[in-house]
Protein backbone atom coordinates (compact mmCIF):
# COMPACT_ATOMS: atom_id res chain seq x y z
CA UNK A 1 0.00 0.00 0.00
CA UNK A 2 1.01 3.39 -0.17
CA UNK A 3 1.45 5.80 2.33
CA UNK A 4 -1.47 7.94 0.84
CA UNK A 5 -3.71 4.69 1.04
CA UNK A 6 -2.45 4.03 4.80
CA UNK A 7 -3.09 8.01 5.88
CA UNK A 8 -6.54 7.56 4.43
CA UNK A 9 -7.25 3.76 5.64
CA UNK A 10 -6.43 4.94 9.28
CA UNK A 11 -8.57 8.79 8.98
CA UNK A 12 -11.50 5.98 8.02
CA UNK A 13 -10.74 4.28 11.01
CA UNK A 14 -10.41 7.06 13.14
CA UNK A 15 -13.36 8.67 11.73
CA UNK A 16 -15.48 5.28 12.41
CA UNK A 17 -14.39 4.83 16.17
CA UNK A 18 -15.42 9.25 16.78
CA UNK A 19 -18.83 7.77 15.15
CA UNK A 20 -19.08 4.73 17.51
CA UNK A 21 -18.16 6.53 20.70
CA UNK A 22 -20.90 9.53 19.90
CA UNK A 23 -23.46 7.47 19.41
CA UNK A 24 -22.70 5.38 22.93
CA UNK A 25 -22.57 8.64 24.66
CA UNK A 26 -25.51 9.84 22.69
CA UNK A 27 -27.54 6.80 23.91
CA UNK A 28 -26.19 6.82 27.29
CA UNK A 29 -27.68 10.34 27.77
CA UNK A 30 -30.98 9.59 26.20
CA UNK A 31 -31.75 7.76 29.70
CA UNK A 32 -33.79 10.05 31.10
CA UNK A 33 -34.81 11.03 35.04
CA UNK A 34 -37.72 8.53 35.95
CA UNK A 35 -39.51 11.78 37.65
CA UNK A 36 -43.00 10.04 37.03
CA UNK A 37 -42.48 6.67 37.45
CA UNK A 38 -40.83 8.28 41.11
CA UNK A 39 -44.17 10.14 41.81
CA UNK A 40 -46.18 7.70 41.25
CA UNK A 41 -44.72 5.47 43.34
CA UNK A 42 -44.82 8.04 46.27
CA UNK A 43 -48.48 8.53 45.35
CA UNK A 44 -49.58 5.04 45.43
CA UNK A 45 -47.20 4.43 48.33
CA UNK A 46 -49.17 7.22 50.34
CA UNK A 47 -52.46 6.06 48.77
CA UNK A 48 -51.70 2.32 50.62
CA UNK A 49 -50.90 4.16 53.35
CA UNK A 50 -54.28 5.69 53.99
CA UNK A 51 -56.30 2.48 53.35
CA UNK A 52 -54.38 1.06 56.62
CA UNK A 53 -51.45 -1.13 54.62
CA UNK A 54 -49.53 -0.86 57.84
CA UNK A 55 -52.71 -2.96 59.19
CA UNK A 56 -53.96 -4.94 56.76
CA UNK A 57 -50.81 -5.45 54.37
CA UNK A 58 -47.54 -4.56 56.55
CA UNK A 59 -45.49 -6.84 54.24
CA UNK A 60 -46.62 -5.50 51.04
CA UNK A 61 -46.13 -1.68 52.04
CA UNK A 62 -42.69 -2.68 54.04
CA UNK A 63 -41.26 -3.90 50.68
CA UNK A 64 -42.85 -1.07 48.85
CA UNK A 65 -41.04 1.04 50.78
CA UNK A 66 -37.52 -0.87 50.45
CA UNK A 67 -37.98 -0.73 46.63
CA UNK A 68 -38.63 3.36 46.82
CA UNK A 69 -35.77 3.71 48.76
CA UNK A 70 -33.49 1.73 46.54
CA UNK A 71 -35.15 3.97 43.80
CA UNK A 72 -33.95 6.92 45.57
CA UNK A 73 -30.67 5.93 45.54
CA UNK A 74 -30.06 4.49 42.52
CA UNK A 75 -31.35 8.06 41.40
CA UNK A 76 -28.92 10.24 43.63
CA UNK A 77 -26.39 8.00 41.84
CA UNK A 78 -27.67 8.58 38.53
CA UNK A 79 -28.68 5.30 37.41
CA UNK A 80 -31.98 6.35 36.10
CA UNK A 81 -32.59 2.77 34.47
CA UNK A 82 -32.11 1.25 37.81
CA UNK A 83 -34.12 3.66 39.30
CA UNK A 84 -36.98 3.58 37.25
CA UNK A 85 -36.85 -0.03 37.69
CA UNK A 86 -37.25 0.16 41.21
CA UNK A 87 -39.78 2.59 41.29
CA UNK A 88 -41.99 0.88 39.02
CA UNK A 89 -42.06 -2.01 41.25
CA UNK A 90 -42.42 -0.17 44.44
CA UNK A 91 -45.69 1.30 42.83
CA UNK A 92 -46.74 -2.08 41.77
CA UNK A 93 -45.69 -3.56 45.26
CA UNK A 94 -47.84 -0.38 46.84
CA UNK A 95 -50.82 -0.86 44.42
CA UNK A 96 -51.01 -4.86 46.03
CA UNK A 97 -50.54 -3.80 49.29
CA UNK A 98 -54.12 -0.70 48.84
CA UNK A 99 -56.05 -3.79 47.40
CA UNK A 100 -55.43 -6.09 50.22
CA UNK A 101 -55.79 -3.80 52.60
CA UNK A 102 -59.32 -2.46 50.68
CA UNK A 103 -60.63 -5.79 50.91
CA UNK A 104 -59.36 -7.05 53.88
CA UNK A 105 -60.94 -3.71 55.87
CA UNK A 106 -64.33 -4.40 53.87
CA UNK A 107 -63.94 -8.22 55.22
CA UNK A 108 -63.92 -6.81 58.97
CA UNK A 109 -67.03 -4.37 58.27
CA UNK A 110 -69.51 -7.12 57.05
Do not use: W
Amino acid sequence: MKLCELVVAKNRINFFSLILILAVAFLQACSYIPVQEMSDARQTLRSAQEVGAAKYAAESLAEAEVLLEKARKKLDDGDYDAAKKYAVEAQSRASAARDISIKRAKGMQH
